[in-house]
């Protein structure tokens, strides 16, 4: 079974950075495809950024090109989301999510995470 464990949220001001992890374990072809998600207080929860495990090809939501990095650590089984330029806008639980396919549906993915908390001040 696949465990996923967020970190690395906090208060940042804004345009500085932040560099969340996912700690993976139990991976298998249901999690070949990680992702990130973020969820503001009465907002629906929103794709962020995705990474294929075996090919380490990525995508991004538009707000975020430029600015957000998401990559993987083979050897720790972690995948990293850096994040530059930070928002007021961009406050939010974040969360890792792993599922097989090429989407960006979050219904879609099957192992989520206990989320970590981002704090962008104005």
């Known amino acids: 079974q696949v465990q996923l464990v967020e970190s690395g949220g906090g208060l940042v001001q804004a345009g500085g950075s932040l560099r969340l992890s996912c700690a993976v374990s139990?991976?298998?072809?249901?999690?070949?495809?990680m992702g990130w998600f973020r969820q503001a207080p009465g907002k629906e929860r929103e794709f962020v950024a995705r990474?294929?495990?075996?090919?380490?090809?990525?995508y991004y939501a538009e707000s975020v090109k430029g600015r957000f990095t998401i990559s993987r650590d083979d050897a720790k089984n972690t995948v990293y989301l850096q994040m530059n330029s930070l928002k007021p806008e961009e406050t939010a639980v974040y969360y890792c999510?792993?599922?097989?396919?090429?989407?960006?549906?979050?219904?879609?993915?099957?192992?989520w995470g206990q989320g970590t908390q981002v704090t962008v001040s104005s």
């Open positions: 990474i294929s495990w075996s090919s380490r090809n990525t």
């Open positions: 999510a792993a599922t097989t396919g090429p989407t960006v549906d979050p219904s879609l993915y099957d192992y």
């Open positions: 139990g991976r298998t072809s249901s999690s070949n495809r």
